[in-house]
Structures are given as C-alpha cells and as structure tokens.
C-alpha cells in the first residue's frame, strides 16, 4: 500500500459519482487506510471538459466563496461544533472552500456557460449533498481534512481513541459490505451479478462502493428479487437509463423496499393527493426519499397545506413540482416561514404554490436578510411584499452573488427605485448576459423603455419595440 510520502504525481481518476465527466477538476487519490482517505484536486483547463473560469464574474466568484463559507459553517454547526470551533475551521480552510466551488461549478457547468445564475437554495442543496457525502465516507476525520486539504490529515494516535462496540460493527459491516465490489462470487467465479448489473448501467466501483457505505444492506440485496425489478419499474416509468444510478447512489435503500406491498401504494396514495402520474419519473428523479416517507408524515405537510386553503388539485401540482416540500418540517419549517411571510402582507398560500422552494429556506439567515437588504434601500415593507408576490423566485436568490451586484448597476440605470416594485423580476436575469447588453442598446439608441420591455421580451420583439419608440 502506498503512503502520501510515496505518491508520485500526477495521477488522475474520476471523483465518482461528485465529478462527472465534465467536471473541472481531476482529483489524485492517496492509498492510504479506509478511515484517513481523503482526495486531492488538481485544476485543469483549456480542454472542452473544463469550465473556463473566466466566464464568471469576479463579484460572483467572491460572492459564491461567502455562500460556500456560509453552508459549511452550519454543516459543522450541526455535526456539533461549537460556534467558536465552527469559525476555527472556516478560517483555516480557504482551499477546502476553493474545492467545494470547484464542485458547484461542474455540477452546473451548463447554466454558467449560457449565463443562468443559481439561487441560494440551488448553491445550498448542492454543497450540502456534497458534505454529506464527504461525511458518510470520512466521518469525524472529516474536519481534519477540511482544515488541511489538500493535504493529508494529521495522523492522529488511534490507540487513544476509545472505540465504542456500536461504532466497530458499523464500520465493520461497511468495510464488509465495500469488499463485496471487488469480491468474487465464489458460486460463478466472476464479480457478483448485482454489480454487474450495475456497472451496465454506467456505474463504476467507487459510485458503488459510496452506495455500500452509505447503506451496507444493499450488498446483500438479490439482483433478480430486489434491484433489477425496481430499476425496470423505473424505466417503466420513464425515467432515463442513465438517471437510474444517480437515484440509487441518493437513495439506495429504495431497492430494500416492497414494490407490490409499499412502492406502488406510496405512489397511487400520492396520485389520490393531485400528483400527476405522467411526471413520475421526473419526481423520482428529483426526490427519489419522496417514496420512502411515512402517510403520517405526507399527511401533515398534506394537512398544513390545506391549512393555508390550497386546493387538493393545487398541492398534487406542488408536489409534483417540488416533491421536496414533504421533507420540511410543519412546526420548523412551514409553519414558521408562513408566517413572516403573512407578516409582509403576502398570500401565503398563493407564494407556496408558486414557489414552494421560498419554503425550505432559513428564516434567519436568508429570507430576514433580504427583506433588510430592500429595508436598507428606502422600501416599505407593503412594497416588499408586492415585490415577492408579483415574483415568488425574490427570495431564493443568493443576496451577496445575485441582489447586491444588480442593485448596484441598476442604480447606475436610468430609472427609479419604485420600477422594480412593478418589475421585481429584474433581479431573474443575468447581469452579464442580458441586463448590461440590453440596456446599452436602448441607451445607444437614445430611447426611454419600461425595464419589463427592456428585459422581458423576445430578442426580435425587443429590437422592434426599441426602433419603434
């Protein structure tokens, strides 16, 4: 087995599954023991599989690194940091922050590329994903490797260490279950039929071993009596081949559960609230945990919905659209957003069926502090509330990488502040790619246009527009 002293750089492998193929980062993976590994990353550019970090704005990357800092900090915070330990880590860890936007930027290449801006829940769902991974596969030497990435941890003296009986069969039946990737079945002599099955479908061994880890039962799981059947439900339902191991590296314990005796009911259960039955395979795909909830908790999201006097066939279109909303709490989430929501005058029900997403954000550390982001700048709180019931998206946005910086070149345009009551979408475009080019054509042609037309039309409906005025 190789040390970290005796790696010989460069070696490059796929970071599977949280790089993929496009990612713009290849990483260098230290042979060291289960419990110490960690993953080096090395830039690359100017090939056609990299993000060329030009493409984004300086404020935005700044911005994007105050986010990333931001959903660390409360990952630490809820692993149980003190808030002072919480800070300790965050300062020594600008590389580890440097890594986690290399992440988010190969998650999204594509919306980077065509100019499509992420909101704050976006940035948040995808760094947290990527955390918790890093946490089921690393554990508590987890804060040692953000602090020094990319270097090694310090090895720490595990003699000293009491090892709980609880925590030792645990690991030992997710070692256990990991050797079974690479394990011969001794009935065929070849590598077991399941990850066979698997690997046909595009997944390699380290996506696999990240599911065993995460859920150690899956590799005892039969291939004709648990997995191939529910993957060819799946595909029954439309969802494409190459989605099936994206949903089974989220939630592998999917295939432990009855098709006949809970899938099917589960689903036809959601079909009975307003669920539409076509779009099954994009909701899998988006919340495949949706399956796996109890009736009684789908039945007070259900019922709080209700609560507000949203129509049964309103919440089937909002769970369809946002399946998510299931997994937030009534009493810690819901409940409290609607509330300082209907403190700013806003229809609460007529918001979550817009927006559900509003709904899955921290009271304290996003939605106050956009309100007191448009407080600040003259606003009353009745013209708050206009703003996020004309545009429900207000507030998912990031305030540091989207609000601040189109505030500021909006006070350079030639209009008044009370133009973006009428018009709160201005802040749903892209600086770079639309606001900046279209407002310099309209004042290269010396013409006065509402910021609606500006931004709003089609290219062709806006050129016309802009000669005509």
């Known amino acids: 087995m190789k040390t970290f002293s005796s790696i010989q750089p460069p070696h490059y492998f796929h970071f599977s599954p949280f790089f993929s193929s496009t990612s713009i980062r290849f990483c260098i993976r230290t042979q060291v023991p289960f419990s110490t590994k960690v993953f080096f990353c090395q830039a690359k550019s100017g090939?056609?599989?990299?993000?060329?970090?030009?493409?984004?704005?300086?404020?935005?990357?700044?911005?994007?690194?105050?986010?990333?800092?931001?959903?660390?900090?409360?990952?630490?915070?809820?692993?149980?940091?003190?808030?002072?330990?919480?800070?300790?880590?965050?300062?020594?860890?600008?590389?580890?922050?440097?890594?986690?936007?290399?992440?988010?930027?190969?998650?999204?290449?594509?919306?980077?590329?065509?100019?499509?801006?992420l909101t704050t829940l976006e940035i948040r769902d995808a760094l947290i994903s990527y955390l918790e991974s890093l946490f089921e596969e690393h554990g508590d030497v987890l804060i040692d490797l953000v602090e020094n990435y990319p270097n090694p941890p310090p090895v720490k003296d595990k003699s000293a260490v009491p090892i709980t009986p609880t925590g030792s069969v645990v690991d030992s039946k997710k070692l256990k279950a990991v050797?079974?990737?690479?394990?011969?079945?001794?009935?065929?002599?070849?590598?077991?039929?399941?990850?066979?099955?698997?690997?046909?479908?595009?997944?390699?061994?380290?996506?696999?071993?990240?599911?065993?880890?995460?859920?150690?039962?899956?590799?005892?799981?039969?291939?004709?009596g648990k997995i191939k059947p529910l993957v060819e439900f799946f595909l029954e339902l439309g969802v494409p081949k190459e989605q099936i191991p994206i949903i089974l590296t989220k939630r592998p314990q999917l295939c432990g559960i009855s098709l006949s005796e809970n899938l099917k009911p589960t689903m036809k259960f959601f079909e009975s609230l307003g669920v539409d039955k076509t779009q099954w395979?994009?909701?899998?795909?988006?919340?495949?945990?949706?399956?796996?909830?109890?009736?009684?908790?789908?039945?007070?999201?259900?019922?709080?919905?209700?609560?507000?006097?949203?129509?049964?066939?309103?919440?089937?279109?909002?769970?369809?659209?946002?399946?998510?909303?299931?997994?937030?709490?009534?009493?810690?989430?819901?409940?409290?957003?609607?509330?300082?929501?209907?403190?700013?005058?806003?229809?609460?029900?007529?918001?979550?069926?817009?927006?559900?997403?509003?709904?899955?954000?921290?009271?304290?550390?996003?939605?106050?502090?956009?309100?007191?982001?448009?407080?600040?700048?003259?606003?009353?709180?009745?013209?708050?509330?206009?703003?996020?019931?004309?545009?429900?998206?207000?507030?998912t946005f990031s305030l540091t990488a989207n609000m601040m910086p189109k505030w500021d070149y909006f006070m350079t345009m030639d209009y008044p502040k009370s133009e973006l009551v009428k018009f709160p979408q201005f802040f749903g475009y892209s600086l770079e790619q639309r606001i900046k080019p279209r407002y310099a054509r309209v004042k290269d042609a010396g013409v006065r246009l509402l910021l609606n037309q500006v931004l709003s039309l089609s290219s062709s409906n806006f050129e016309e527009v802009r000669r005509r005025s």
């Not at 990850?195 to 071993?209: A, N, T």
């Not at 998510?324 to 609607?338: C, F, G, H």
């Open 47 to 117: 090939t056609n599989e990299s993000l060329n970090i030009k493409v984004l704005p300086p404020t935005l990357l700044v911005a994007e690194k105050e986010e990333a800092k931001a959903v660390l900090t409360l990952f630490l915070k809820k692993r149980g940091l003190s808030n002072a330990n919480a800070a300790r880590t965050i300062n020594k860890s600008d590389p580890f922050i440097d890594h986690l936007l290399s992440k988010l930027h190969s998650k999204h290449k594509i919306w980077y590329l065509s100019g499509r801006e």
């Open 179 to 224: 050797s079974t990737v690479s394990g011969i079945d001794p009935a065929a002599g070849n590598l077991r039929p399941h990850i066979v099955y698997l690997m046909e479908f595009g997944m390699d061994s380290d996506q696999i071993r990240i599911i065993m880890r995460r859920f150690p039962a899956f590799a005892y799981y039969s291939l004709e």
């Open 281 to 395: 395979a994009k909701v899998i795909y988006r919340f495949p945990a949706l399956l796996t909830y109890s009736r009684q908790k789908i039945n007070e999201s259900v019922d709080f919905l209700r609560e507000l006097g949203i129509s049964d066939e309103s919440i089937g279109k909002i769970l369809t659209r946002c399946p998510n909303i299931v997994s937030y709490s009534v009493e810690d989430n819901l409940r409290p957003t609607a509330t300082y929501f209907r403190s700013l005058g806003v229809d609460v029900g007529a918001l979550l069926f817009r927006c559900p997403q509003n709904f899955g954000l921290s009271i304290e550390a996003n939605i106050k502090p956009v309100t007191e982001f448009f407080l600040e700048r003259g606003y009353t709180l009745q013209e708050i509330g206009t703003m996020i019931t004309r545009y429900g998206m207000l507030y």
